[in-house]
């Protein structure tokens, strides 16, 4: 099966030069691929440091892709089936409380054991056609949309090779927005694909971490797929932005995040939250 997929993707090149059109409405794969995403972040209550994680899918078509969270994925898609909204419906008879006066209040932690796991909101559309990358995002209960060029992207080659999943995968540095990342692709499966914004190089990315292990992505399966690449189940109107003002915008709310709500947040300990001494930048620290 193995190798009936690796030579299935020998071909690949010749597929993505005559394959200019599908019958069908919405983009049809020729490649899943999953990822771990693993990064460092500030816990706003204490300041102290902690990893985060989620998994990722990247839907690969002859010319365009789709990088999005699984579980975000999944959660929207079981939220427009009636099995999700009865379990809407669970969770907040779960989460309502009375007081002794019959005051209502909604406590939606005491929920949390059936609450289905979300992950981020981040989506980053790619199209090779257009030389474009299209980032969808969500901040201070608002969706955001901007555009990315791909030839913001230029890959050095690199004199060291790596075996990621059983592939052998060769190794090139960039400079990116900021930080500066090293990938290892895989030439045996030859896409100019790779997880987030990461792209162009002659092979699909197995691997990336920027400089110091902050932000990690780690490809955990690879498969062949015909697939569409359907719109995120959740209805959404975005605001339209540019890369710098979204990330300014970001960073100001981690340093701040009672500002999202209007300001006077507490802590767990009754104690107002103030401003937070980020440990860890962006992704993205060109925006400064």
């Known amino acids: 099966m193995i190798r009936q997929f690796r030579v299935m993707l020998t071909v690949l090149s010749v597929i993505f030069g005559i394959f200019t059109s599908v019958a069908e409405e919405y983009p049809v794969t020729v490649i899943r691929a999953t990822y771990k995403y693993t990064y460092l972040a500030t816990t706003p209550s204490s300041g102290k440091e902690y990893a985060r994680e989620d998994d990722y899918m990247l839907q690969i078509a002859p010319a365009e892709s789709r990088f999005c969270s699984i579980a975000t994925y999944d959660y929207e898609k079981l939220m427009t089936t009636e099995e999700g909204k009865a379990l809407i419906k669970e969770m907040f008879r779960i989460a309502t409380v009375y007081d002794s006066n019959g005051n209502k209040t909604i406590d939606m932690s005491r929920a949390k054991d059936i609450r289905p796991k979300r992950g981020s909101n981040l989506v980053v559309?790619?199209?090779?056609?257009?030389?474009e990358i299209?980032?969808?995002d969500h901040l201070a209960f608002?969706?955001?949309i901007y555009s990315?060029?791909?030839?913001?992207?230029?890959?050095?080659?690199?004199?060291?090779?790596?075996?990621?999943?059983?592939?052998?995968?060769?190794?090139?540095v960039a400079d990116y927005h900021g930080r500066r990342w090293k990938a290892w692709f895989a030439p045996e499966i030859p896409v100019q694909e790779g997880p987030w914004q990461l792209c162009g190089l002659p092979g699909l990315i197995m691997e990336a971490q920027s400089d110091g292990?902050?932000?990690?992505?780690?490809i955990t399966g690879v498969e062949k797929t015909e697939e569409q690449i359907l719109p995120m189940?959740?209805?959404?109107?975005?605001?339209?932005?540019?890369?710098?003002?979204?990330?300014?915008?970001?960073?100001e709310l981690l340093e701040d995040p009672a500002k999202i709500v209007g300001g006077n947040v507490r802590n767990a300990d009754g104690t107002l939250m103030g401003k937070v001494k980020l440990l860890h930048d962006l992704i993205e620290t060109d925006y400064r």
């Open 125 to 131: 559309y790619k199209s090779h056609a257009t030389g």
């Open 213 to 218: 292990g902050e932000y990690k992505f780690v």
């Open 142 to 144: 608002q969706d955001y």
């Open 148 to 172: 990315v060029p791909m030839a913001d992207l230029v890959w050095e080659p690199v004199d060291s090779v790596k075996t990621v999943l059983g592939y052998d995968c060769q190794m090139a």
């Open 233 to 251: 189940p959740k209805k959404r109107d975005f605001i339209k932005t540019d890369r710098i003002s979204f990330l300014k915008e970001k960073h």
């Open 134 to 136: 299209e980032v969808r």
